[in-house]
T-cell receptor, first 115, second 111 residues
Framework: DGGITQSPKYLFRKEGQNVTLSCEQN?????MYWYRQDPGQGLRLIYY???????QKGDIAEGYSVSREKKESFPLTVTSAQKNPTAFYLC??????????????FGDGTRLSIL | QKEVEQDPGPLSVPEGAIVSLNCTYS??????FMWYRQYSRKGPELLMY????GNKEDGRFTAQVDKSSKYISLFIRDSQPSDSATYLC???????????FGKGTMLLVSP
């Protein structure tokens, strides 16, 4: 079955530690996105990538980093510079180019907490 | 003024009721409109996807877009307890990759 897989489902971070959240898709989608969801705040865009080896900052990129070395994979690193990392992190993907204006599809998220 | 406004709820209804969920927006360039359903501890699931003004129906769900009023709605007929979830509206410009989301409305359908 095609879909978006996020792992792990739950993650704990110690003070001063970087942690990496995995997002893999087998939908052959071009673009991938990372969102952060906090209670009462909706989804806020962290980073997105429309093509391999290229990515753009979203609205809240500070304290986060990404890479896009493969079309299928878009890992997100939450660095120690992110002082309030506790949130639900969602990865999404979609088609672009001539098939533009397609909706985004989401994984089931990773819940990150501070120890 | 926020780009997309959505009442957070919770909206509580009895089973079988007709539910109306709404979003208003300020950016007249939005052309594509989506409704997502999100269960607790899960990712959003696409329910409806519409372009420009008009209605779209899929089973018990109807999405309505009124671009002149910058107002979109999702109607759920014969609501079921399994419809209890948070409903997110989202929209985008043509040619733009990113979406703008409402904050979501929590719906509770009691048996």
């Amino acid at each position: 079955d095609g879909g978006i897989t996020q792992s792990p489902k739950y993650l704990f971070r110690k003070e001063g530690q970087n942690v990496t959240l995995s997002c893999e898709q087998n939908l052959n989608h071009d673009a991938m996105y990372w969102y952060r969801q906090d209670p009462g705040q909706g989804l806020r865009l962290i980073y997105y990538s429309q093509i391999v080896n290229d990515f753009q900052k979203g609205d809240i990129a500070e304290g986060y980093s990404v890479s896009r070395e493969k079309k299928e994979s878009f890992p997100l690193t939450v660095t120690s510079a992110q002082k309030n990392p506790t949130a639900f992190y969602l990865c999404a993907s979609t088609l672009t180019g001539s098939r533009d204006n397609q909706p985004q599809h989401f994984g089931d998220g990773t819940r990150l907490s501070i120890l | 003024q926020k780009e997309v406004e959505q009442d957070p709820g919770p909206l509580s209804v009895p089973e079988g009721a007709i539910v109306s969920l709404n979003c208003t927006y300020s950016n007249s360039a939005f052309q594509y409109f989506m409704w997502y359903r999100q269960y607790s501890r899960k990712g959003p699931e696409l329910l409806m996807y519409t372009y420009s003004s008009g209605n779209k129906e899929d089973g018990r769900f109807t999405a309505q877009v009124d671009k002149s009023s910058k107002y979109i709605s999702l109607f759920i007929r014969d609501s079921q307890p399994s419809d209890s979830a948070t409903y997110l509206c989202a929209m985008k410009n043509s040619g733009y990759s990113t979406l703008t989301f409402g904050k979501g409305t929590m719906l509770l359908v009691s048996p």
